[in-house]
C-alpha cells in the first residue's frame, strides 16, 4: 500500500516539474550579451571621419569664396572712388581754365598778326595749369576708351596747344617777311579733328576747347 500512495504523489510532482519547466509566466534566463562587430566599428569610424572631412572642405570653400568676394567687392569700391576723384578734379580743371581764358583777350580781336601771335600765347599760357593738372590726372586721362589708338586726352590737349605755338611762330613769320600764316587743326591718327576728341568730355571743357582750337577768332 505505501508503494501505491506513493506512486501517485511521485507523478504529480514529476508533472509540476514538467509543468515549471514548460510554463510561459516563469522567469526566463537573459540571453548572453552579443559582442560588437569590430568591421563594423571600423566602417562607421571611417564614415564618420570621412563627414568631418567633408564638412570642413564645405567650410573651407564658402570661406574662400566668401574672402574672394569680399576683395573684389573692395577693389571695385576703390576704383569707383577713384574714378569719382579723378572726373571731379578734371571737371575743377576745365572750370579753372575756362576762367583763365575768359580773362585774356581772344586773337580773333586783335588787329594785327603780331598782336594775333601774342595773344595766342597769352592763351597757351593759361592751358598749362591744365596740362599740369591733366598729367596728375593718369587713372582718368590717360586713354580715351573712344580712341582706337588709345590714346590719352591729355595728349590731345598738348597737341592742340604744339599746333596754336606752331601758328604763332607763324605769324612772327607773317611780320617779318609777308609769309602767310595759317592754323593746321590738328587730327588724330585716323584724320579726325582732335578737338572733337576734346569735347567728348568733360562737359566742363567743351568751350575751352572749341575756342582754342580756333585762335582765328
Request: net charge positive.
Given at each position: 500500500m505505501t508503494d501505491?500512495?506513493?506512486?501517485?504523489?511521485a507523478d504529480d510532482t514529476t508533472s509540476g516539474a514538467h509543468r515549471s519547466v514548460s510554463d510561459p509566466a516563469a522567469p526566463q534566463p537573459e540571453p548572453a550579451a552579443r559582442q560588437p562587430d569590430p568591421a563594423a566599428q571600423r566602417r562607421r569610424r571611417r564614415l564618420t571621419i570621412a563627414v568631418i572631412a567633408g564638412a570642413a572642405v564645405v567650410v573651407l570653400l564658402v570661406c574662400?569664396?566668401?574672402g574672394a568676394?569680399?576683395?573684389?567687392?573692395g577693389r571695385f569700391t576703390r576704383e569707383s572712388d577713384r574714378e569719382r576723384t579723378a572726373q571731379a578734379r578734371a571737371e575743377s580743371a576745365c572750370r579753372d581754365l575756362e576762367?583763365?581764358?575768359?580773362?585774356?583777350?581772344?586773337?580773333?580781336?586783335?588787329?594785327?598778326?603780331?598782336?594775333?601771335a601774342a595773344a595766342i600765347r597769352d592763351e597757351n599760357a593759361a592751358v598749362?595749369?591744365?596740362?599740369?593738372?591733366v598729367e596728375r590726372l593718369r587713372g582718368w586721362w590717360d586713354a580715351d576708351p573712344d580712341d582706337d589708338e588709345r590714346r590719352g586726352r591729355g595728349q590731345y590737349w598738348q597737341q592742340l596747344v604744339d599746333?596754336?605755338?606752331s601758328y604763332a611762330d607763324a605769324l612772327d613769320r607773317q611780320?617779318?617777311?609777308g609769309e602767310p600764316a595759317f592754323f593746321l587743326a590738328p587730327r588724330d591718327a585716323l584724320g579726325r579733328p582732335v578737338v572733337d576728341r576734346l569735347q567728348h568730355g568733360p562737359e566742363e571743357c567743351a568751350a575751352s576747347a572749341r575756342r582754342l582750337a580756333a585762335p582765328d577768332l
Open positions: 501505491d500512495a506513493s506512486t501517485p504523489a574662400g569664396c566668401l568676394f569680399a576683395a573684389g567687392l576762367k583763365r581764358l575768359n580773362r585774356l583777350l581772344p586773337p580773333g580781336a586783335t588787329d594785327s598778326p603780331g598782336q594775333r598749362r595749369p591744365f596740362l599740369s593738372d599746333a596754336r605755338s611780320v617779318t617777311n
